[in-house]
């Protein structure tokens, strides 16, 4: 029976969980894969933190650069992070070192994900990276393998289980973004620097590795919409109640012919929806293909048990080796489709224009929906001491169209004190 010797780069919380659920697993894993596995090598910044487990000095490695050349390592695991640096490194030279890699991070596939994968096939070894999108929800290898025989022509989600947190959280308690992200940061979901999940960065990445594994398009990870949520009120979510919708960060990818419509939004969606029911930390993905027509998978998007989750099932994949396009692909087939203009792109949007409650305002706004051929479909105002809060939801409008009209509202900052707009997905169209 083969042994695969394995090596973790990166002890924090998930590199501690893998290594402790390996080693209580590993007879299962046998009994699963037939073979056996060993964790030969470990190595993080600091040997003296303590995680629970016991390091034997012969399995600690300083250096991690230093494991690629090792012979005796067949698959190794990196959980540093981020896309530069030691992580980039490792999985560069891991790969050219004919050493399988498992990784977490999204960051890395989103940005490198092309070169890596054909660096791997060059090589003859395997590039995954499952827990990278969706934690431990095993979307990319229900899409890669339980739905090979479907041509796949959306996808769309809750891809970041902070901002989720964040939206749930100010809807059901009535609390600000601040004070929600604020408890996000204590119970550990968010990080002390937020940016990447609050501005859709984390989200964006996932979508950009999931679009490439759906149609089999070469990784689209720049040139498209990408907002947070930083600028959703609790003004908006109540808005959002009245009128039976719900705010969530929604990433979406759409196949067009030959061209990607790739986008991350808050998006109003109606109560009724299943995915405007996923709440908290929870992570939500919907898939459309053919033959299949819809699947949708739900779970825990983040946290070591989810994660471990997935890492193991990658090496497990390796092991038995049923698993080898990273992208579900060979890279040397995959397409380089064009990116969607989005200008033209079309739906119905919720304005919420903040104005001095004077004579005239709205009809100063009626003529710039009417001179940007929008049409308004329904309109609320509620007063606020001098001031008033105008919501709109348009009918179906043309992007471009919208934003020269939020254009000609920021212009007039004496008037239009501030303007939020969100998109609106209803059931019909994306
Ligand atoms: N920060 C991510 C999230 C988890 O909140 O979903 C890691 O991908």
């Known amino acids: 029976m083969k042994t695969f010797n394995l090596a973790i780069v990166g002890l924090g919380n998930i590199g501690t969980e893998v290594y402790k659920s390996l080693n209580k697993n590993k007879d299962i894993i046998k009994k699963k894969t037939g073979f056996k596995l060993n964790i030969i090598k470990v190595s993080a910044k600091n040997y003296k933190k303590k995680r629970g487990i016991?390091?034997?000095?012969?399995?600690?490695?300083?250096?991690?650069?230093?494991?690629?050349k090792n012979k005796n390592i067949?698959?190794?695991?990196?959980?540093?992070?981020?896309?530069?640096?030691?992580?980039?490194?490792?999985?560069?030279?891991?790969?050219?070192?004919?050493?399988?890699?498992?990784?977490?991070?999204?960051?890395?596939?989103?940005?490198?994900?092309?070169?890596?994968?054909?660096?791997?096939?060059?090589?003859?070894?395997?590039?995954?990276?499952?827990?990278?999108?969706g934690g431990g929800i095993p979307i990319i290898r229900s899409i890669k393998q339980g739905l090979i025989?479907?041509?796949?022509?959306?996808?769309?989600?809750?891809?970041?289980?902070?901002?989720?947190?964040?939206?749930?959280?100010?809807?059901?308690?009535?609390?600000s973004f601040k004070d929600a992200l604020i408890k996000a940061q204590k119970l550990g979901y968010a990080e002390r620097n937020p940016s990447s999940d609050v501005k859709g960065i984390d989200a964006a990445e996932k979508i950009s590795i999931l679009s490439s594994i759906c149609f089999g398009c070469k990784i689209l990870n720049k040139g498209f919409i990408v907002e947070g949520i930083t600028n959703v009120t609790i003004d908006d979510i109540n808005f959002a109640k009245e009128l039976g919708l719900k705010i969530k960060l929604l990433a979406i990818s759409e196949k067009i012919g030959n061209y990607i419509k790739q986008r991350v939004h808050p998006c109003l969606i109606p109560s009724s929806l299943d995915i405007a029911n996923i709440n908290g930390v929870t992570n939500a993905i919907v898939v459309d293909g053919a033959p299949i027509g819809r699947t949708i998978y739900e779970g825990e998007g983040a946290g070591k048990g989810p994660t471990t989750s997935a890492i193991i099932s990658d090496i497990s994949s390796i092991m038995v080796g049923n698993d080898d396009f990273s992208f579900g692909h060979s890279p040397?087939?995959?397409?380089?489709?064009?990116?969607?203009?989005?200008?033209?792109?079309?739906?119905?949007?919720?304005?919420?224009?903040?104005?001095n409650d004077k004579k005239g305002v709205l009809y100063k706004i009626a003529s710039i929906f009417a001179?940007?051929?929008?049409?308004?479909?329904?309109?609320?105002?509620?007063?606020?001491?001098?001031?008033?809060?105008?919501?709109?939801i348009t009918h179906y409008a043309k992007e471009i169209n919208v934003m020269k009209a939020m254009k000609s509202f920021t212009k007039n900052k004496s008037i239009f004190k501030k303007t939020v707009l969100i998109r609106?997905?209803?059931?019909?169209?994306?």
């Open 54 to 68: 016991k390091l034997s000095k012969n399995k600690w490695e300083k250096n991690p650069l230093s494991l690629t």
């Open 74 to 133: 067949d698959i190794i695991i990196e959980l540093v992070g981020g896309n530069k640096g030691i992580a980039k490194k490792l999985v560069f030279e891991s790969l050219k070192n004919k050493k399988h890699v498992v990784t977490a991070n999204k960051s890395l596939i989103a940005k490198y994900g092309d070169q890596l994968s054909i660096l791997a096939e060059k090589n003859a070894v395997n590039l995954l990276f499952e827990a990278s999108v």
């Open 149 to 175: 025989a479907n041509k796949i022509f959306h996808v769309y989600g809750i891809l970041n289980g902070t901002t989720n947190y964040i939206l749930s959280e100010m809807e059901d308690k009535n609390i």
């Open 332 to 355: 040397k087939t995959k397409k380089n489709f064009k990116k969607y203009n989005f200008n033209n792109h079309e739906c119905k949007y919720y304005i919420r224009i903040l104005v």
């Open 371 to 392: 001179r940007n051929n929008i049409s308004v479909r329904n309109l609320v105002q509620k007063p606020k001491n001098n001031l008033s809060n105008i919501v709109l």
């Open 424 to 430: 609106i997905r209803d059931q019909n169209k994306l």
